[in-house]
Structure formats: C-alpha cells, structure tokens
C-alpha cells in the first residue's frame, strides 16, 4: 500500500535523523504528517531542527549554507519596506497569507515567498518558522551559559560554542536587527529595542 510505504519512509527518515542528531524537542504538527502524505519526498521546514533542515537542504541546494526558508523570508521583509511599517513584528500579518505562506513553505515552494505583498505576512511566518524550530538557534545545552554572559568577551565565548549554521543564522538575524534598530527605522515602526528584544529573544533562546 503507498499510504503505509509513505509512513514507513516517513518513520525510517525521522529514526534515522534521531540517530544522527538526537531526540526531538518538538514532534512534527498533525499538519506536517498530512502534507508530507501529498508529497513525493518528505521536507523538513518547520518543526525540525536547523541540522535536520540543512540535511535536507544540501541534498538539493548543495551550495547554499544559510536556511533558504530564513533568508527569503528576512529578505521579502525589507524588500516589502518592512523598515517602514509601523508595528513589524509586532502586528500580525493577515492569517490567510500567513497560514497559506506557511503552507507553501511547508511544501518546499519557497518561491511563493516572492509573491507575497504584506511585510506582516512574511514577518510572522519567519517568527513562526523560527518560534517552532525543534532546538532554538542557541541550543538548549547554552541556554544557562549564555544567561549568564555579561559581557562582549562572554557572549563571544558562547558564539564560538554554536554549530556552524547555528552561528551563520544568528549573525544573520543580529545584522538584520542592528539595521532595524537604527533611530530612524525605529521612529517609523515604532519599534524600539526593547520589543525588538521581546519578539526575537523568546525565539533565539528558550
């Protein structure tokens, strides 16, 4: 039966991921199951951890070493003035284009990422995507090292602790929030540092 060679596939992929990287802070959504029934290979997006995600990746995107999910979605961000809208991040884009987005992602049509008209929209499928990796950017067995690094040189020591994609991703991130912290970005979203910090921090460290 294919319904049950799929599953079967499913389980040895999911085993196997285990072996490799060890157990899952967060089994897949019912809606990943579902989706990855329709298709005719099984891709890891939400709900994985960024070692699983990359496995995934490199198997078709050999050259790229950033999640192509994360990048596009930081990048349809600014390309959609998300540097001008008040409330980025903070205002939920609509649930339709987010729940579709998502869905897209999900089924590895990252190109419907450049479709997308709202910077509301893609900013919260990227809080999503990051908010439901199964292992935060910074890993939980840094998590008490790093609440406790007060300084430069610290938090230094625990980046270099990261894995490479992990490290790639977070100067990523810490870039794209230095540029949307500037003054005057901030005076057009009306969004500080402070809930710059409130919105991202939950989803870097946890």
């Not at 995600?53 to 600014?78: K, T």
């Not at 997308?116 to 999503?128: E, M, Q, R």
């Not at 609440?147 to 794209?176: G, W």
């Amino acid at each position: 039966d294919a319904s049950i060679a799929k599953i079967a596939y499913l389980a040895f992929t999911m085993l196997s991921w285990t072996v490799e990287t060890g157990p899952r802070a967060i089994p897949p959504r019912e809606e990943e199951v579902d989706v990855a029934m329709q298709l005719p290979h099984w891709m890891p997006v939400f709900s994985c951890t960024l070692r699983e995600y990359m496995l995934w990746q490199r198997s078709v995107l050999p050259d790229e070493d950033m999640p192509r999910v994360f990048v596009s979605l930081v990048h349809a961000v600014e390309r959609l003035n998300g540097f001008c809208e008040e409330g980025i991040f903070r205002v939920p884009g609509d649930k339709r284009g987010v729940d579709e987005l998502r869905r897209a992602c999900l089924e590895g049509r990252f190109e419907a990422i450049d479709s997308v008209k709202s910077a509301h929209v893609a900013g919260s499928v990227l809080k999503l995507w990051m908010r439901e990796l199964a292992e935060p950017i910074i890993p939980l067995g840094l998590y008490d090292e790093c609440l406790r690094a007060s300084s430069p040189a610290s938090c230094m020591t625990v980046a270099r602790k990261l894995p490479e994609t992990n490290l790639h991703v977070l100067r990523f991130i810490i870039n794209f929030l230095h540029r949307m912290s500037q003054p005057e970005v901030q005076a057009r979203t009306r969004m500080g540092v402070d809930n710059l910090a409130v919105v991202f921090c939950p989803n870097l460290l946890r």
